[in-house]
C-alpha cells in the first residue's frame, strides 16, 4: 500500500522580507484559507484542553459557514481533554494526521494515529490525551446533530483509512473516488465526512451546484479548483469553503494524488422556520 500523506500545519512567523500578497479569498459563496495563513498568531485556545493550540477555520457566522464549524488541532504530549465538548447536543468527526492518542468515547478505549477517524454522537461522554513523543494532530468537525422523526443519533464509529477500500466515481475508472467512512443510506447521520481522492488528471467534469455546504481541507497534492466564476490553485494545507448552491469543479494536475477532507450536511428537509429559513 502506497504510504498516506497528511499535511500539518507548521505554525510560525514568515520572515518580514516576505511578499504579503498570497492566495487568501473572501467571497460570499466562497472562501480559501491558504496554508500560509496558518501561523502563531491566528492561534486559539480552548478551555478545559491543556498543552493545545488550535487554528478555527469555519464557524456559524452571518455570510460564512452555516451548518459547522472546523478546528485544526494541536496537542501537545500529555496533553488533552477529559471535557472537551461543552455544547449539548453536538456531534463530532476526528480525523488524525499525525501522532498519537488515547480517544476515549462511553467508557471505550481507542488508540489513534495518522488515518484514525471517529464519529462521536451528541450526548456522549469523550476524552482525548496525545500519548506519544510529538504532538497528536487532527481535525475536529463540530455541528449540532439535527433530530428528525423515527430517527435516533448514530452509534460511535472508530476506523482508519487504511481499512476502507476507496469507492470509484461511476464511469472514472478510479481517477475520483471516495473513502467513506459511515453508510451514506444511513439516514440517522446529518453529515458526512469522507476522503476524496483525484489521480493526477483526475476531474470532476461539470459545475456541481447543491444545497449542501462544504468545507474543504487539501490533504495532500494540488489542483485547480472551480469557486463560483474562478478557478483557483489550492495545494496541501489549504482550507476551502462553499457556501449551498456555490458552482464547483477540479482538475488534478498531478504530479500525485490530490486528496482532501470534505465535510457536508445532509439528509434532512430544508428549514423553513428559524436559522436559514424564512418563517417565524
Same mark, same amino acid.
Given at each position: 500500500?502506497?504510504?498516506?500523506?497528511?499535511?500539518?500545519?507548521?505554525?510560525? +512567523?514568515?520572515?518580514?522580507?516576505?511578499?504579503?500578497?498570497?492566495?487568501?479569498?473572501?467571497?460570499?459563496?466562497?472562501?480559501?484559507?491558504?496554508?500560509?495563513?496558518?501561523?502563531?498568531?491566528?492561534?486559539?485556545?480552548?478551555? !478545559?484542553?491543556?498543552?493545545? &493550540? +488550535?487554528?478555527?477555520? $469555519?464557524?456559524?457566522?452571518?455570510?460564512?459557514?452555516?451548518?459547522?464549524?472546523?478546528?485544526?488541532?494541536?496537542?501537545?504530549? *500529555?496533553?488533552?481533554?477529559?471535557?472537551?465538548?461543552?455544547?449539548? %447536543?453536538?456531534?463530532?468527526?476526528?480525523?488524525?494526521?499525525?501522532? +498519537?492518542?488515547? =480517544?476515549?468515547?462511553? !467508557?471505550?478505549?481507542?488508540?489513534? *494515529?495518522?488515518?484514525?477517524?471517529?464519529?462521536?454522537?451528541?450526548?456522549?461522554?469523550?476524552?482525548?490525551?496525545?500519548?506519544?513523543?510529538?504532538?497528536?494532530?487532527?481535525?475536529?468537525?463540530?455541528?449540532?446533530?439535527?433530530?428528525?422523526?423515527?430517527?435516533?443519533?448514530?452509534?460511535?464509529?472508530?476506523?482508519?483509512?487504511?481499512?476502507?477500500?476507496?469507492?470509484?466515481?461511476?464511469?472514472?475508472?478510479?481517477?475520483?473516488?471516495?473513502? &467513506?467512512?459511515?453508510?451514506?443510506?444511513?439516514?440517522?447521520?446529518?453529515?458526512?465526512?469522507?476522503?476524496?481522492?483525484?489521480?493526477?488528471?483526475?476531474?470532476?467534469?461539470?459545475?456541481?451546484?447543491?444545497?449542501?455546504?462544504?468545507?474543504?481541507?487539501?490533504?495532500? !497534492?494540488?489542483?485547480?479548483?472551480?469557486?463560483?466564476?474562478?478557478?483557483?490553485?489550492?495545494?496541501?494545507?489549504?482550507?476551502?469553503?462553499?457556501? $449551498?448552491?456555490?458552482?464547483?469543479?477540479?482538475?488534478? *494536475?498531478?504530479?500525485?494524488?490530490?486528496?482532501? =477532507?470534505?465535510?457536508?450536511?445532509?439528509?434532512?428537509?430544508?428549514?423553513?422556520?428559524?436559522?436559514? %429559513?424564512?418563517?417565524?
Amino acid at each position: 500500500m502506497t504510504p498516506r500523506s497528511y499535511h500539518i500545519p507548521q505554525g510560525g +512567523l514568515p520572515p518580514q522580507t516576505q511578499l504579503m500578497t498570497q492566495r487568501a479569498v473572501f467571497t460570499e459563496s466562497y472562501a480559501v484559507i491558504p496554508k500560509g495563513c496558518f501561523s502563531d498568531i491566528v492561534t486559539s485556545f480552548l478551555p !478545559g484542553w491543556t498543552k493545545t &493550540r +488550535l487554528w478555527i477555520i $469555519a464557524r456559524p457566522m452571518t455570510g460564512f459557514a452555516e451548518t459547522f464549524s472546523q478546528y485544526v488541532m494541536e496537542v501537545e504530549p *500529555g496533553g488533552g481533554s477529559d471535557t472537551p465538548e461543552p455544547e449539548a %447536543g453536538a456531534e463530532a468527526w476526528l480525523f488524525f494526521t499525525a501522532g +498519537l492518542a488515547t =480517544l476515549t468515547i462511553g !467508557g471505550e478505549g481507542y488508540e489513534t *494515529g495518522p488515518g484514525s477517524f471517529a464519529y462521536i454522537p451528541p450526548g456522549t461522554s469523550w476524552s482525548l490525551y496525545a500519548e506519544g513523543r510529538a504532538p497528536a494532530r487532527f481535525h475536529w468537525i463540530r455541528k449540532l446533530w439535527e433530530p428528525a422523526p423515527g430517527l435516533t443519533p448514530p452509534d460511535p464509529v472508530v476506523i482508519s483509512e487504511d481499512d476502507i477500500p476507496p469507492t470509484p466515481m461511476p464511469d472514472t475508472e478510479g481517477a475520483w473516488a471516495t473513502t &467513506r467512512f459511515v453508510d451514506p443510506t444511513d439516514l440517522r447521520h446529518d453529515g458526512h465526512v469522507t476522503i476524496v481522492t483525484f489521480q493526477p488528471g483526475g476531474t470532476i467534469p461539470f459545475e456541481e451546484t447543491h444545497v449542501m455546504e462544504h468545507g474543504l481541507y487539501v490533504l495532500e !497534492g494540488k489542483a485547480v479548483y472551480r469557486l463560483n466564476r474562478d478557478w483557483v490553485e489550492v495545494e496541501a494545507g489549504d482550507f476551502m469553503w462553499l457556501r $449551498a448552491f456555490c458552482p464547483q469543479a477540479c482538475y488534478a *494536475g498531478g504530479p500525485g494524488p490530490f486528496r482532501y =477532507l470534505l465535510y457536508k450536511d445532509v439528509n434532512r428537509h430544508a428549514k423553513l422556520r428559524g436559522p436559514g %429559513g424564512f418563517g417565524r
